[in-house]
């Protein structure tokens, strides 16, 4: 391991690279990155670095819409075939129908989607800022896509607004459910729970703090509490146990893993940076439609 710890740090000044990662990596790529964040973090964070080289260790919407951020970098997506099954789940054809229908209505876009689609949305979000962003939206009507969960939770923070949920969910969090989780409370009767708004409403409905996954590592952080019940993925449990080495985390279930995150390693990003593959290649054209819908996330999300 060491070994191969040395090549990318070499390659990396070599190639100018930074690496970037999401909070449910596998640990050992976790240990390799330079920044670590939820996806509102690491969108924000491509725009900043100087670097000519991003390594994205993430699913493949997080690493295009890094391309999608700054297209005159190099963005290795590190395993091509690591996607988000949530980002297939809405097509043109659904925000086309949707757009008939309703003479005013805003489409909203969890960043988890296709850069093919973010070209048609007005604005995307991320669950660490969507609750800044949808209040400054004029119109009454907003089609959510893809993710019901996170739409319907938001539809329940803002009842002035018509929310059109699209059906699209996240396999990892969608079968996470309520009597498994209560089981999980009498065993751990003092546990918090701390859910993620992908979870379904049975799941959220029980838990004490929803957010997205740094909102879930800060509130542990400034908690008193002492034991916490975890409703996201299990790569988080590797941030939570590094801040609060004296604070005790529980699953609902060992099922909490998104394998595409898994399947990023450390040798692939040795081997990405050597041999240049699966950089993000998207046309200009796409890079410039899809871009307006990001941009505009980070300016409305400040
Ligand atoms: P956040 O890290 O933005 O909360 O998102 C979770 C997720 O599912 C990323 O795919
Ligand atoms: Fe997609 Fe769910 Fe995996 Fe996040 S955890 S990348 S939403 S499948």
Same mark, same amino acid.
């Given at each position: 391991m060491d070994n191969l710890i040395n090549k990318i740090n070499e390659l990396k000044k070599q190639r100018d690279a930074v690496i970037l990662g999401h909070y449910y990596l596998e640990r050992d790529v976790l240990d390799i990155c330079d920044y670590v964040g939820d996806s509102f973090y690491l969108a924000k964070k491509a725009t900043e670095l100087e670097n000519k080289t991003i390594v994205f260790c993430g699913v493949r919407f997080m690493g295009e819409s890094a391309k999608i951020l700054n297209p005159d970098k190099t963005v290795l997506l590190?395993? /091509? #075939?690591?996607?988000?099954?949530?980002?297939?789940?809405?097509?043109k054809e659904d925000i086309d129908k949707i757009k008939a229908a309703y003479d005013d209505v805003c489409v909203v876009a969890?960043? /988890? #989607?296709?850069s093919e689609i973010k070209r048609y949305v007005d604005v995307c979000v991320t669950s660490g800022n969507a609750h800044n962003i949808i209040p400054k939206i004029k119109n009454k009507n907003i089609y959510f896509i893809p993710d019901k969960n996170l739409g319907g939770y938001l539809a329940k923070q803002f009842p002035e607004k018509n929310f059109i949920l699209h059906p699209g969910y996240c396999p990892v969090h969608e079968r996470m459910n309520k009597d498994e989780l209560l089981e999980a409370k009498k065993l751990h009767p003092g546990a918090l729970v701390m859910a993620h708004p992908e979870c379904n409403e049975g799941v959220l409905g029980v838990a004490d703090y929803i957010g997205s996954t740094t909102g879930i590592i800060d509130f542990v952080a400034n908690s008193d509490n002492d034991e916490f019940i975890i409703a996201s993925e299990l790569g988080m449990f590797y941030e939570l146990e590094k801040q609060n080495p004296h604070k005790h985390f529980y699953p609902?279930?060992?099922?909490?893993?998104?394998v595409d995150m898994k399947k990023i390693t450390p040798a692939k990003v040795a081997a990405s940076l050597e041999n240049d593959f699966d950089g993000v290649v998207l046309s200009g054209e796409l890079i410039a439609e899809a871009k307006k819908s990001l941009d505009r996330m980070l300016e409305m999300a400040k």
């Open positions: 590190v395993d /091509n #075939s690591a996607i988000c099954p949530m980002a297939n789940m809405v097509t969890y960043i /988890n #989607s296709k609902i279930k060992a099922d909490q893993i998104c």
